[in-house]
């Protein structure tokens, strides 16, 4: 190959995931002449570990308000132009096996490898161009083109997509490359940081509690106030340096250090009015009740923790002792240390300030024919398939317009 020349192209592409593939595949339809460049030797490797490998590929009921954004309305227009419903169409173009599981996240049947395998089709019916693994050294932009200089040469492009993504995960090749391109062109960014991801307690606080890793619940929880407030019904886990699973995951994303996150460990019971109202009825000891509502390690670790006797008989205890009890199940407040950081966290919140974006084309407002795209904009979607579809619909607005 002769890398002394440039090679001309209609749109280069910086990022062969989810939105990447997706915009090239756009792009190259519409018979632009299209090149993905990307810095991994593993094409799509965050498609690829999705749901647990299976890829939760969108949300049947995906809206604006599920996304997080300090420009909430920006994600409608893409949103709105690019739904589901049209993802699903392509997936069963491609005859992939599907099934939904519970609030409207759609899964492959066999493998995330599926997904990946029609982006890639879709990208060859574009007669798109690959440079993979390529490593981007520069951008630079002279008169209407940006010249990108590569490890396979000079490249130059009339419009450039950045579709680089996020900070999370950087064992698989997260990097800022978004954000630097952003600040190259004077850019503003909305603050990363990790979404989606485990919280962590720390000193003697969570020590009594360590026993309890591996016990899993549905629970309440919530975070934050009025417009910030995020409020979910989902399964907790805990771990052994805090609290995991999809309601502390959804939650993350609302929280901030140092506030409380408050959880009840009992949704559908008022417990302290149970108890009191039953203390003539319930003949039980307080262990074996509380093991009928709850998982029986938790029941017997709540009380301890709490110093409670578990054979002590209701019906003997003060009003006061059992509302205590059922205020510290039904309105757990903590305050987390922190959190899992990038390395476990699935989403980044933050990122280029779509204020700077053009709702319609994905495009800088100030730089014509730069683009940004997927998880590298201040657009994060809740857990359940939401941001791939932000992925799916911000790049075809960008493929449909480069």
């Keep these: ?154 490249i130059q492009a009339a419009s450039l997509v950045i579709a680089t993504g996020g900070l999370s995960i950087p064992k698989i090749g997260a990097t800022d490359f978004a954000y630097r391109i952003a600040r190259q062109f004077d850019l503003k960014l909305i603050e990363p940081r990790p979404g989606l991801v485990p919280l962590t307690f720390d000193g003697k606080g969570w020590q009594s509690l360590v026993e309890l890793a591996g016990i899993a619940l549905e629970v309440e929880v919530e975070t934050g106030v009025k417009k910030e407030r995020g409020y979910f019904l989902e399964d907790l886990l805990f771990t052994h340096r805090g609290l995991s699973g999809p309601a502390i995951l959804q939650i993350s994303s609302f929280w901030k250090p140092g506030a409380p996150l408050t959880l009840n460990l009992l949704p559908q019971l008022d417990v302290a009015e149970t108890l009191i109202e039953g203390k003539g009825t319930l003949k039980k000891n307080l262990g074996n009740l509380l093991a009928q509502w709850l998982p029986n390690r938790l029941a017997e670790g709540w009380l301890q923790i709490h110093g409670f006797d578990a054979g002590a008989r209701i019906a003997d205890m003060p009003d006061k002792a059992l509302k205590k009890l059922g205020d510290s199940l039904n309105r757990w407040v903590i305050v987390p240390s922190g959190s899992e950081g990038y390395r476990k966290a699935e989403v980044t919140l933050g990122g280029v300030d ?18 940004f795209i997927g998880e590298a904009t201040d657009v994060t979607g809740w857990l359940g398939g939401y941001n791939f579809q932000w992925a799916w619909a911000s790049g075809v607005a960008a493929g449909s317009a480069v």
């Design 1 to 154: 190959m002769n890398h002394h020349s440039p090679k001309h192209f209609d749109v280069a592409v910086i990022g062969a995931g989810a939105a990447g593939m997706m915009c090239a595949a756009v792009a190259g339809q519409r018979g632009r002449r299209v090149v993905l460049i990307d810095h991994a030797g593993k094409l799509a490797e965050k498609i690829r570990i999705s749901g647990g490998g299976r890829c939760n590929f969108t949300n049947v009921g995906a809206g604006p308000q599920h996304y997080l954004s300090q420009n909430p309305h920006f994600c409608r227009s893409a949103l709105s132009r690019y739904t589901p419903q049209d993802f699903i169409g392509l997936v069963k173009r491609h005859r992939i096996g599907f099934h939904e599981k519970h609030k409207g996240q759609l899964f492959c049947d066999d493998s995330a490898e599926d997904i990946i395998a029609m982006l890639k089709a879709e990208c060859e019916t574009g007669n798109v161009s690959w440079r993979m693994p390529c490593t981007v050294h520069e951008v630079g932009k002279s008169g209407e083109l940006f010249r990108i200089a590569t490890s396979a040469g000079e």
């Design 354 to 371: 779509t204020r700077e974006l053009s709702q319609q084309t994905m495009m800088a407002n100030k730089v014509p024919g730069l683009h």
